[in-house]
């Protein structure tokens, strides 16, 4: 009966733990592939937002000449643009 009560503590004490250590560590990495995940979606979506600004201020240049509303849109894009692209 000791034997039994012993292998059922060893079980308690260092299995359980284990097991469940292993189990969060999995679920912390998940949660990390995700956030990065969102985290490029996040930046893609702000840099296409860029691209449209400056394909539609080059559209407008070429065409008639830009307005003063897009020529604005196109500097504010440009400046917060500094934020989002890594220099390589």
């Not at 359980?16 to 999995?26: E, V, W």
């Not at 394909?55 to 500094?82: C, M, P, R, V, W």
Request: glycine share 2%.
């Amino acid at each position: 009966m000791e034997v039994l009560e012993s292998i059922f503590c060893l079980i308690r004490d260092t299995w359980i733990p284990l097991i469940l250590s292993i189990f969060l560590a999995y679920i912390a990495f998940q949660q990390m592939a995700t956030n990065r995940n969102k985290l490029r979606l996040d930046l893609y979506t702000k840099r296409f937002e860029v691209y449209l600004s400056v394909l539609k201020f080059y559209q407008e240049l070429i065409e008639n000449g830009s307005s003063k509303e897009t020529h604005l849109d196109f500097i504010a894009k440009k400046e917060s643009a500094k934020f989002l692209f890594s220099k390589v």
